[in-house]
């Protein structure tokens, strides 16, 4: 409906605070959570735009949670999630993350940065052709 009515930057910030704010324990965690929680957003915004179908981020939603969450123990879900092993992540905190465990580290916000540029060329190269 905003992406209909005024444009899909606007659409991809409206539901960007949206998602940043239903992840809460992201604000907890410190800035870099918050950062990866962000550009985790633009990056399922740019596949929606890109594969112009809603399965394609709620799929990556899943695996993010289903396989970093409840298989690998590597993502902070609610504590009462149930995780197959229990993954630690040790050394500098800007790699591993710290107490938020994947999430709160520097190497998913740059995986995610790479993503969103790959889907962006995509997308001008798809929109191109068009």
Same mark, same amino acid.
């Given at each position: 409906?905003? =992406?209909?009515?005024?444009?899909?930057?606007?659409?991809?910030?409206?539901?960007?605070?949206?998602?940043?704010?239903?992840?809460?324990?992201?604000?907890?965690?410190? $800035?870099?959570?918050?950062?990866?929680?962000?550009?985790?957003?633009?990056?399922?915004?740019?596949?929606?735009?890109? $594969?112009?179908?809603?399965?394609?981020?709620?799929?990556?939603?899943?695996?993010?949670?289903?396989?970093?969450?409840?298989?690998?123990?590597?993502?902070?879900?609610?504590?009462?999630?149930?995780?197959?092993?229990?993954?630690?992540?040790?050394?500098?905190?800007?790699?591993?993350?710290?107490?938020?465990?994947?999430?709160?580290?520097?190497?998913?916000?740059?995986?995610?940065?790479?993503?969103?540029?790959?889907?962006?060329?995509?997308?001008? =190269?798809?929109?191109?052709?068009?």
């Amino acid at each position: 409906m905003i =992406k209909r009515n005024y444009n899909v930057v606007a659409a991809m910030v409206v539901t960007t605070a949206l998602f940043t704010f239903m992840h809460g324990g992201a604000f907890e965690a410190g $800035i870099v959570s918050v950062l990866n929680v962000i550009t985790m957003s633009i990056l399922m915004t740019t596949v929606l735009e890109y $594969i112009q179908s809603l399965i394609a981020p709620v799929m990556m939603h899943f695996v993010w949670n289903g396989v970093g969450g409840i298989i690998f123990g590597a993502v902070s879900l609610a504590d009462d999630y149930p995780h197959l092993f229990t993954t630690v992540f040790t050394g500098n905190t800007l790699l591993s993350g710290g107490m938020p465990k994947m999430e709160g580290s520097i190497v998913v916000l740059v995986i995610n940065i790479a993503l969103i540029l790959l889907f962006l060329l995509f997308l001008k =190269k798809q929109r191109k052709a068009a």
